[in-house]
């Protein structure tokens, strides 16, 4: 249904939805976004990935490589509903950008591929929205595919995944043949007409609905109950009508008690289609909207001001707080997108950034349509919109009204995994490129622009390869200069194997005034897995006053920048403060962060130290009479095979392998199956290097 909206048009918070669109990599994300906007009505011609036509692909690196790099943020009308979307990338090496829009997201619908169901990076994604506590839907897509199955999908989200499934859907037809879907809540057919063909332009063409087809009734009741029962378990007002006579849940209890599990996230309303052919897409906005929280029904976002915790609810009335979670330089000057959780943003507004404590003045305000922009008189509480004129808000920054100061949580930056040195070709483009980097890293926090101290190169850090060879092209096509790119060097990082019990350090340091006096013994050992720090005292008699054991403690965490083999962080460590003595004069909080610096220093030098590098979880889809050669070539780069599926003349085989013989490993598996191989990676932690792993 095709509803017209104004830009500026006033709605009430209950009828706006901000949702983020999440997949693995080529699952359809893109394609699902484009269809939304068409079925809406925003754009008048459906645009195809693979033309480069799409609204939200609107970056030319989008377009030359078929894939998201970039969230991108549009919004379109349904219902009288304003839908923000943000669609978000799939691949591995962009899920910082997942991370900062999943913060501002109150929703999300997850979408799966109808012959691959949960893969990798879906999982991961789905772990992300788990930990920011975003309600989602899933839309299981591609049903037209050969080897589609609904149910086979479905089970892989109850094994991988963990909510219920809650399937609302029954589709109508298989693979070519799939025409529509039985809709289970209401109990009707939904069947759309040729949506793939010519009709290209224009309007979205509505399903036609209707009674359910007589040879599928029996299976739809079936499926119906079925979707009764697993309500009935999880809702108590549910279960008590199914319960009471005739036993069966009207369509508005059903509906009713799907968005409050969808809410809660204690169930996940599975709904199907193929995108590609335009068909469940109208089904699926009406869910978005059915069953997706609006700002007034997800907790009010909390703060901090001088300590204190203060919460702000979406109120356009109440003081601004706001959070930029993307910058972007375009040709008419700096955007940041904000999404405002509270109060209002007008034009000419002055607003507060407490992390830098600087006003900044907002130029204009613009509702987002991906790479195009519609002007706006004001945004309030529940809209994401671009804002500008602010010269020094990051990514993560907070704008709240200079007379009620409040600092959000910003989202937590991925710490990079692979560095390449990069230098101008010409000498006298040094400080040209040094001004592009810093704008990458201004637009991307997950890069990180660094000097190397021993051999004075200009070293980016990123996710992955693509990540870095996208940042690096990104400079050559904003007319930055010609770069010359090193060899991707992976991060390292170092381990306690076998640790130290009783050591002793003793900073004494006197000049002439006041002295510097703080004895501690540690004892240092492994944490027990590869990740993290833990400190704790096991002083007694009050050797060591409380407030020197938090200062040894910061002193320790300062020591762990640079490990003894290289110069590497270190991790996977307890430290425990056993004893120490105190100078009445001398001792103070300084003294002792320096002893547990230092001391910490020396006590890893003692200690059986081990270089551990990150791994990756791969994903390699093959032909089966190529199985042998890839298995080989994964052996020869340490790889140690974890599974292997067999799906029809296709094998899937997963892997754990260290991310530095992944470099250039697509080259080589296109090479070895004639282009028929895939593969998809995503980080899984760390790993002892084979020079310095510990006898076992």
Not at 232 to 238: I, V
Not at 246 to 263: V, W
Not at 348 to 377: C, F
Not at 490 to 508: D, K, N, P, Q, S
């Amino acid at each position: 249904m095709r509803t017209e909206l104004h830009p500026n048009s006033v709605i009430p918070l209950a009828a706006v939805r901000n949702l983020g669109i999440l997949a693995h990599v080529d699952a359809g994300k893109t394609t699902v976004t484009e269809r939304i906007l068409f079925a809406t009505g925003t754009i008048h011609k459906r645009g195809e990935v693979h033309d480069g036509t799409t609204v939200t692909d609107f970056d030319p690196q989008e377009r030359d490589r078929g894939i998201t790099i970039f969230a991108a943020a549009v919004s379109c009308a349904w219902h009288g509903h304003r839908v923000n979307l943000i669609d978000t990338p799939g691949h591995v090496d962009f899920a910082d950008e997942v991370e900062r829009s999943l913060r501002v997201l109150d929703g999300a619908i997850a979408v799966f591929d109808a012959v691959a169901g949960v893969e990798p990076q879906s999982e991961s994604v789905w772990r992300q929205a788990d930990r920011h506590g975003v309600p989602r839907i899933a839309f299981v897509n591609k049903l037209d595919r050969a080897g589609a199955d609904l149910d086979r999908a479905v089970e892989s989200i109850r094994d991988r995944l963990h909510p219920a499934p809650l399937v609302v859907q029954l589709p109508i037809g298989t693979e070519d043949g799939f025409t529509g879907v039985v809709d289970l809540v209401r109990m009707r057919a939904l069947v759309w007409a040729d949506a793939g063909g010519t009709a290209m332009t224009g309007p979205a063409a509505a399903p036609a609905a209707g009674p359910v087809p007589e040879e599928l009734r029996a299976e739809a009741e079936r499926r119906r109950h079925a979707l009764e029962e697993t309500v009935a378990a999880l809702h108590p007002a549910a279960l008590e009508e199914f319960c009471a006579p005739p036993g069966r849940l009207s369509s508005a209890t059903l509906a009713g008690a799907l968005r409050d599990l969808t809410l809660t996230g204690e169930g996940v309303v599975v709904l199907c289609g193929s995108a590609y052919r335009n068909r469940g897409v109208e089904p699926l906005l009406d869910a978005a909207v059915a069953y997706l929280p609006s700002p007034l029904d997800v907790p009010a976002v909390r703060g901090t001001h001088q300590g204190a915790e203060q919460w702000r609810s979406a109120d356009p009335e109440g003081p601004l707080a706001a959070l930029a979670f993307k910058v972007t330089a375009t040709a008419t000057g700096r955007l940041t997108h904000v999404r405002v959780y509270s109060g209002t943003i007008e034009k000419g507004d002055t607003v507060w950034d407490p992390a830098t404590r600087r006003t900044e003045r907002v130029a204009r305000i613009l509702r987002v349509m991906a790479g195009r922009h519609q002007p706006l008189d004001r945004a309030v509480a529940g809209d994401i919109v671009a804002v500008g004129g602010l010269k020094s808000a990051r990514p993560g920054a907070t704008l709240c009204a200079p007379d009620a100061p409040l600092l959000l949580e910003p989202p937590v930056a991925a710490e990079p995994v692979v560095s390449v040195a990069v230098e101008a070709r010409r000498r006298t483009d040094t400080g040209r490129l040094a001004q592009a980097l810093a704008r990458l890293a201004e637009e991307d926090p997950s890069l990180v622009v660094r000097t190397d101290a021993e051999t004075g190169q200009t070293v980016l850090s990123g996710m992955g390869e693509l990540h870095l060879e996208v940042a690096v092209e990104k400079i050559r096509r904003d007319g930055g200069p010609e770069v010359t790119v090193g060899r991707p060097r992976v991060a390292l990082r170092e381990t306690v194997a076998r640790g130290v019990t009783g050591f002793v350090h003793r900073h004494v340091h006197q000049t002439g005034g006041a002295g510097q006096f703080a004895h501690v013994v540690l004892d240092v050992e492994p944490l027990g897995h590869e990740d993290g720090f833990a400190f704790r005292s096991a002083v007694v008699g009050g050797r060591v006053p409380q407030e020197y054991v938090r200062a040894v403690e910061a002193g320790c965490r300062d020591a762990l920048a640079e490990g003894p083999l290289g110069g590497h962080p270190v991790t996977g460590l307890r430290v425990t403060l056993t004893d120490g003595s105190t100078h009445v004069k001398d001792s103070s909080d300084t003294a002792f962060r320096t002893a547990g610096r230092l001391g910490l220093r020396e006590a890893l030098r003692a200690c059986a130290m081990t270089l551990l590098e990150p791994v990756a979880e791969v994903t390699v889809t093959v032909p089966e009479d190529a199985v042998g050669g890839v298995l080989g070539d994964l052996a020869a780069r340490r790889g140690r095979v974890t599974g292997s599926v067999t799906r029809g003349d296709t094998a899937v085989l997963t892997a754990t392998v260290p991310l530095a013989e992944l470099f250039g490993y697509a080259t080589r598996l296109r090479g070895r199956t004639q282009g028929r191989g895939t593969f998809t990676s995503r980080p899984s932690g760390h790993a002892p290097t084979p020079a310095t792993a510990p006898a076992h």
